[in-house]
């Protein structure tokens, strides 16, 4: 009697699938810019003035990572989107950090598994562009959970 626990076999990874899954992540860097100037300018309260000026940077940071994905993007023939995931929005500067923590910590899942994506497909330069995306990210995640006043996640990889 054949199992019913055998996985489907995945299909090959093709430059056509690695422009959309970074068109995915050039969609969260979208999602990520428009969060950041929103909280940036709505964080009330002495407490959260530092974080506040925090994010302006970071909204400066993703914008970065959006040229270098769209410019990824163009390189492997495909068309960088333009609409971003949905920006989540709250009262509570509190809310506002762990969306923000959440996102990021989604983020570099999916980074590092772009990373390993681009190396099988021998898109190295790709890699590196992604490598030092995520070094700027993995700050951001040290930034949030230091300001939420908790230990920085360890998210791992994204399946």
Same mark, same amino acid.
Do not use: W
């Given at each position: ?28 860097? $979208? ?45 492997? =023939? =495909? ?19 762990? $969306? ?21 497909? =021998?898109? $190295? ?30 998210? =791992?990889?994204?399946?």
């Amino acid at each position: 009697m054949p199992s019913k626990n055998v996985s489907p076999i995945a299909a090959p990874l093709t430059r056509e699938k690695l422009v959309d899954l970074l068109n995915e992540d050039l969609a969260r860097e $979208f999602q990520a810019i428009i969060a950041y100037v929103n909280y940036s300018q709505v964080l009330k309260g002495a407490a959260y003035m530092n974080i506040a000026a925090e994010l302006e940077k970071h909204a400066a940071e993703e914008l970065s990572h959006a040229i270098i994905l769209s410019n990824q993007i163009d390189y492997l =023939g =495909g068309m960088p989107t333009t609409v971003p995931k949905q920006v989540k929005t709250s009262e509570k500067a509190e809310d506002m950090l762990r $969306f923000d923590l959440d996102n990021e910590n989604d983020t570099i899942r999916n980074y590092r598994r772009r990373v390993k994506q681009c190396d099988e497909l =021998g898109e $190295f330069a790709t890699a590196e562009h992604i490598r030092e995306i995520l070094l700027d990210e993995q700050d951001h995640q040290i930034a949030l959970a230091t300001a939420l006043g908790i230990d920085v996640p360890n998210v =791992g990889i994204a399946d």
